[in-house]
């Protein structure tokens, strides 16, 4: 239960509104924990001090990586020149480079708080420009956005975390440069295998070639930019994304073959294998090789943590102890947690372990079934013994998609509002061409790489990626639709409560699993839902209409943004907004919807669409054009920081760029008056103040200060036109 309770005091740091000092969470720590010594002649007493101070003890760890991290984000939108190091590359499927660089000095203007790290894309990047070298170009730097919506995915607090202060784009460059600041030992060694990665990337894509190259550099060495968007869907939607994403299943392949290939090589040599531990050789090969894997594929989290616990149970065999076991996955926990709190947080962390649990718990279970219903020996003809293996094969297949299935759809549905209906099935369909075709002949393309010889394993690695793409893309066409909406937290809780206790114990104490987990289901879809979405630029607003539809003010919104949003209120179709000419006429031309649906009709720097229950909402671009509907609007967002005293005589609630730039994205809720004439209109923000380490940047914005955007001025001198015409 350590790692249970390490968790919880994570997960409740970085959901407090307010940031603690360091000092209270260490003495609370200290104080509990002594008291928990002291009372631990009384059991009852002594759990609950011992939970409580875990629980501190993981709050404790949580803030002391906060702190340790301290990185410098960008405040505000700003056009700069850029020197900088390059410490990663990734090529995007629509051509583009994209480039982390480290960044070593500012010019025009100079930066006075410049971040140390930024991510930018680039159309081309000349010869020579590999990780480690040093560029310069003209950039539009971006400070890293919010939610999209409240309660969705901070881009904020993983930029924090990942330690990159801004992301934009080149606007001229970038150019080789010489270079000015020679990198440090660790620089050096972590830019040579950054090159060794993309060479070996490189190479698999000339072999492979197409979608299966991209995605086949994605499972070796971790690259994924290049996968064409619409697989990446189609792998979503299915549920074999995890596929391409670098853990547990992809280490433990790696460990399997070559321990299978290790064991097969000693079984050629009877003598020295009947005298010498082989099992105990192939699984320190094992454990070498997936080391090698983790630095070669980039050494993700999600791959860090993989190798912990994969590193964990190959040591438990070294020392002839069962590798599969609930305290294994407790150790690696309890490391992972300790070395990144901040991942308690992330869908990455909580799916992989909610599955892992499930397995080990499950596969106890079942090992206890068959030891008590053991049944004595019976010969079986070799027909028959094909039968029982392949029949056992399956109902394992089965019974692991299923669940891990199961253990990880709340999560699912809890962090990107959607399921996939038939992702048993095509795991079933497309697994068994991974672990046959796919990742074993990656290990061997690894292993006779180096000496040429790789190209038969790539070419049968490739036919195993381009099936698998072909049936991800047969199961997506029919995969009935996947949004499931907003799921309450709540209900997240509760049945993660069932998980853990259905996992960890191993008596008729897994009954106590039932009432969480009935209660879980009954309060799942019980949460409300907006009426309206803001984003927290103030240019794009979304209003649900009553047909499973959502209604925009914008003909291109962002398309990341409106498919959260449509997620999130299980809409179906996109309705974009109606313009009127000089007369007022609706004019034709929404792709999305004509003039008798429930659209935004635009016209004279408003849009406005009337909301069967929040009355009519306005979009404005400026104060001038928000104050013409005062009288009538009950919602007006205003895309102007500098917007004062919009209405100061009506009774419609405003929400302006600046409020948006302070506290981020919006969600528009009914709250019901006593008197039941008309319901008011409450706003929900996504960044609540006081400000967390990751959202302090946010305060130094031109909006959020209540200030125009920057107007660019010509400061040179003029030449008179009397002069001009002289000349």
Same mark, same amino acid.
């Given at each position: 239960m350590i790692p249970v309770f390490l968790a919880i005091g994570a997960l409740i740091y970085f959901a407090l509104r307010v940031e603690p000092?360091?000092?209270p969470l260490m003495i609370a720590f200290a104080v509990v924990g002594s008291l928990a010594f002291v009372m631990r002649s009384h059991r009852l007493v002594h759990y609950g001090l011992a939970a409580a101070a875990t629980c501190l003890l993981g709050m404790t760890l949580a803030k002391l990586e906060t702190a340790g991290m301290a990185t410098r984000m960008l405040g505000a939108e700003i056009s700069t020149g850029i020197t900088g190091r390059v410490i990663g590359l990734d090529h995007l499927d629509n051509g583009r480079v994209r480039l982390t660089l480290d960044v070593l000095a500012t010019a025009r203007p100079v930066l006075r708080y410049a971040p140390e790290r930024v991510r930018l894309t680039a159309r081309k990047v000349p010869e020579g420009v590999v990780a480690g070298a040093q560029v310069t170009g003209y950039v539009r730097l971006m400070p890293p956005s919010g939610p999209v919506r409240p309660g969705s995915y901070d881009?904020?607090?993983?930029?924090? @975390?990942? /330690?990159i202060g801004a992301s934009g784009f080149f606007m001229k460059g970038p150019d080789l440069a010489a270079s000015t600041q020679p990198p440090s030992a660790s620089d050096r060694a972590f830019a040579s295998i950054e090159n060794v990665r993309e060479e070996i990337a490189q190479r698999i894509r000339d072999r492979i070639g197409g979608a299966e190259g991209e995605i086949a550099a994605a499972l070796v060495v971790g690259v994924r930019g290049g996968i064409p968007e619409d697989i990446n869907e189609a792998l979503r939607r299915t549920g074999l994304y995890h596929i391409i994403s670098i853990?547990?299943?992809?280490?433990?392949?790696?460990? /399997?073959?070559?321990?299978?290939?290790?064991?097969?090589a000693l079984?050629? @040599?009877?003598? @020295?294998?009947?005298?010498?531990?082989?099992?105990?050789?192939?699984?320190?090969?094992?454990?070498?090789?997936? /080391?090698?894997?983790?630095f070669i594929s980039g050494a993700e989290v999600a791959a860090q943590r993989s190798f912990i616990m994969l590193a964990v149970m190959l040591t438990a065999v070294l020392f002839d102890r069962a590798a599969l076991t609930m305290r294994n996955l407790a150790i690696s926990a309890i490391v992972v947690i300790v070395i990144s709190p901040h991942e308690v947080v992330g869908p990455s962390f909580q799916m992989s372990f909610a599955a892992t649990a499930a397995l080990v718990g499950a596969y106890a279970w079942w090992s206890d079934r068959r030891e008590e219903q053991a049944q004595p020996l019976v010969q079986r003809s070799l027909p028959s013994k094909l039968w029982r293996w392949l029949a056992t094969v399956a109902i394992g297949l089965i019974a692991t998609s299923l669940i891990a299935g199961l253990a990880t759809s709340v999560f699912g549905a809890w962090h990107f509002q959607r399921v996939s209906p038939?992702?048993?099935?095509?795991n079933l369909a497309v697994m068994p061409i991974v672990s046959v075709l796919v990742m074993p002949f990656a290990v061997l393309a690894g292993i006779f790489m180096p000496l040429g010889l790789d190209g038969l394993f790539l070419d049968t690695m490739g036919v195993g990626l381009k099936a698998m793409i072909e049936l991800s893309k047969w199961f997506s066409e029919r995969s009935p639709v996947d949004a499931v909406g907003l799921v309450s937290a709540e209900a997240v809780v509760l049945i993660t409560a069932a998980l853990v206790i259905a996992s960890i114990a191993t008596t008729w104490l897994r009954a106590a699993a039932l009432p969480f987990a009935a209660l879980g289901i009954l309060t799942l879809m019980e949460t409300e839902t907006p009426v309206g979405?803001?984003?927290?630029? /103030?240019?794009?607003?979304?209003?649900?209409?009553?047909?499973?539809?959502?209604?925009?003010n914008r003909s291109r919104p962002n398309e990341f943004t409106v498919d959260n949003w449509m997620r999130a209120l299980v809409a179906e179709e996109l309705v974009g907004p109606l313009r009127t000419d000089a007369k007022g006429a609706?004019?034709?031309?929404?792709?999305?919807?004509?003039?008798?649906?429930?659209? @935004?009709v635009c016209s004279g720097g408003l849009c406005q669409v009337q909301h069967t229950s929040a009355g009519l909402i306005v979009h404005a671009e400026d104060v001038?054009?928000?104050?013409?509907?005062?009288?009538?609007?009950?919602?007006?967002?205003?895309?102007?920081?500098?917007?004062?005293?919009?209405c100061p005589r009506s009774d419609a609630t405003v929400l302006t760029s600046r409020e948006l730039a302070r506290l981020g994205s919006a969600a528009i809720f009914l709250k019901p008056t006593t008197d039941n004439k008309r319901q008011e209109i409450e706003i929900r923000h996504a960044v609540p103040e006081p400000y967390r380490p990751w959202h302090m940047q946010r305060a130094f914005s031109r909006e959020a200060r209540g200030l125009a955007p920057y107007q660019h001025t010509d400061k040179r001198p003029k030449t008179p036109k009397a002069a001009i015409s002289a000349k």
């Open positions: 000092a360091i000092a881009f904020s607090f993983e930029s924090y @975390f990942d /330690g853990s547990g299943l992809h280490m433990a392949m790696v460990a /399997g073959t070559v321990m299978v290939l290790m064991r097969l079984a050629g @040599f009877p003598t @020295f294998a009947s005298r010498w531990p082989v099992k105990k050789y192939a699984a320190s090969a094992a454990l070498v090789s997936t /080391g090698g894997y983790l038939l992702s048993l099935v095509a979405l803001v984003s927290e630029d /103030g240019r794009l607003v979304g209003v649900p209409t009553a047909d499973k539809r959502l209604a925009v609706v004019k034709s031309g929404n792709p999305n919807g004509s003039a008798n649906e429930a659209a @935004f001038m054009a928000a104050r013409r509907v005062c009288a009538n609007a009950d919602l007006i967002v205003v895309n102007d920081a500098t917007a004062n005293d919009t």
